[in-house]
Antibody, heavy 120, light 107 residues
Framework: QVQLQQSGAELAKPGSSVKISCKAS????????ISWIKQTTGQGLEYIGY????????NYNEKFKGKATLTVDKSSSTAFMQLSSLTPDDSAVYYC?????????????WGQGVMVTVSS | DIQMTQSPSLLSASVGDRVTLSCKAS??????LNWYQQKLGEAPKLLIY???SLQTGIPSRFSGSGSGTDYTLTISSLQPEDVATYFC?????????FGSGTKLEIK
């Protein structure tokens, strides 16, 4: 069965970076993109962007350019998102999700989410 | 960015009720509209895609409709396990955007 298994919760200091992972199983990894979504109580669900798992090509929501960097390791069927120059506003739950079709589509599978807390 | 406005933000209904949730886009999204259910502490789960297509495994009491800027998710007979927050999402334009959610409670 299709699964997206994300890494564990992160506690980070302001100004630092974190890198969270999303390991896919149950399907051909390079046949589907991986998207990333941020969820906070205040701002709700925000779309960060996607990575083409075959080519490594990326596209970011303008709001997250310079904040998020998406990468992929095809050998381990894992996608990564690095968040840099962290501020308390980056505290959120971050989900990876699989879009059914490239770029613009519905998300048929989601990871369980990673809670990132930014605090000194 | 396309703004997605959901109403109401909180809905309380009785088991067996027919429930209707609304989602309005700031511009025409040509039916490129999905609905998700999120239970407390869980990831969102796809219910409906492209306005009215039921995702595999989702009970038939869930249905979607709409066009242009106005969309609706209907639960024909509310069940206790339907307690959750429901989000709409448009994918007509970049960036993809989500509504702020409707929290559904049992009265």
């Amino acid at each position: 069965q299709v699964q997206l298994q994300q890494s564990g919760a992160e506690l980070a200091k302001p100004g630092s970076s974190v890198k969270i992972s999303c390991k896919a199983s149950g399907y051909t990894f390079t046949s589907y993109y991986i998207s990333w979504i941020k969820q906070t109580t205040g701002q709700g669900l925000e779309y960060i962007g996607y990575i083409n798992t075959g080519s490594g090509g990326t596209n970011y929501n303008e709001k997250f350019k310079g904040k998020a960097t998406l990468t992929v390791d095809k050998s381990s069927s894992t996608a990564f998102m690095q968040l840099s120059s962290l501020t308390p506003d980056d505290s959120a739950v971050y989900y990876c999700a699989r879009p059914y079709r490239p770029v613009q589509s519905h998300f048929d599978y989601w990871g369980q989410g990673v809670m990132v807390t930014v605090s000194s | 960015d396309i703004q997605m406005t959901q109403s109401p933000s909180l809905l309380s209904a009785s088991v067996g009720d027919r429930v209707t949730l609304s989602c309005k886009a700031s511009q025409n999204i040509y039916k490129y509209l999905n609905w998700y259910q999120q239970k407390l502490g869980e990831a969102p789960k796809l219910l409906i895609y492209y306005t009215n297509s039921l995702q595999t495994g989702i009970p038939s009491r869930f249905s979607g409709s709409g066009s242009g800027t106005d969309y609706t998710l209907t639960i024909s007979s509310l069940q206790p396990e339907d307690v959750a927050t429901y989000f709409c999402q448009q994918y007509n334009s970049w960036p993809l955007t989500f509504g702020s959610g409707t929290k559904l409670e049992i009265k």
